[in-house]
Structures are given as structure tokens and as C-alpha cells.
């Protein structure tokens, strides 16, 4: 029984920091998407290369189970135009 224990022990810890660099990727790409659009909501344009960047960042947050705040925002770049 003590090795069950030991190997539930150690699971359990790994989980815990699974959690937490899952937890650390989805607001660092929060971080990112929040800056590409703050730096460009103004004028409503966006460049190619960091259209598509926010799109990957954008399936990788919702995959990383990212809440729909950023969804919303994913919205509205969307409609912006994009420049090259």
C-alpha cells in the first residue's frame, strides 16, 4: 500500500504543476494577444504576420481552455483590416 501511496503522491504533483505551466502559457498568450490588440484598436488595422500570430495564440488559448473574455476580442480583430 505505501508504494500506491508514494505514486499517488508524486502524480499528484506533477498534475499540480501541469496545472500551473498550462495555467502560465494561457496568460502569457493572453499577454500577447491583449498587446497586438491595445496596440492597434485605435486605428482598426492590423499586419498580416500579426493577424495570423493572434490567430494561432487565439486556438492555442481556447485549446489551453482560455475563457471567453478573449473571444470577444478575437471578434473584433477579426473585422479589422489587414495590411501588409
Known amino acids: 500500500m505505501t508504494v500506491l501511496a508514494g505514486a499517488a503522491a508524486v502524480i499528484a504533483k506533477i498534475l499540480r504543476y501541469f496545472g500551473c505551466i498550462v ?3 494561457r496568460c502569457q498568450l493572453r499577454t ?3 498587446r497586438v490588440y491595445y496596440r492597434h484598436k485605435d486605428e482598426k488595422k492590423i499586419r498580416q504576420y500579426e493577424k ?5 495564440n487565439f486556438h492555442a488559448y481556447i485549446a489551453l481552455k ?4 478573449i473571444e470577444d476580442i478575437h471578434a473584433e480583430v477579426k ?3 489587414v495590411v501588409t
Not at 482560455?66 to 473574455?69: D, L, V
Request: aromatic letters at 16%; hydrophobic letters at 35%.
Open 23 to 25: 495555467e502560465g502559457i
Open 32 to 34: 500577447d494577444m491583449l
Open 52 to 56: 495570423e500570430n493572434f490567430e494561432h
Open 66 to 69: 482560455g475563457n471567453s473574455f
Open 79 to 81: 473585422t479589422w483590416e
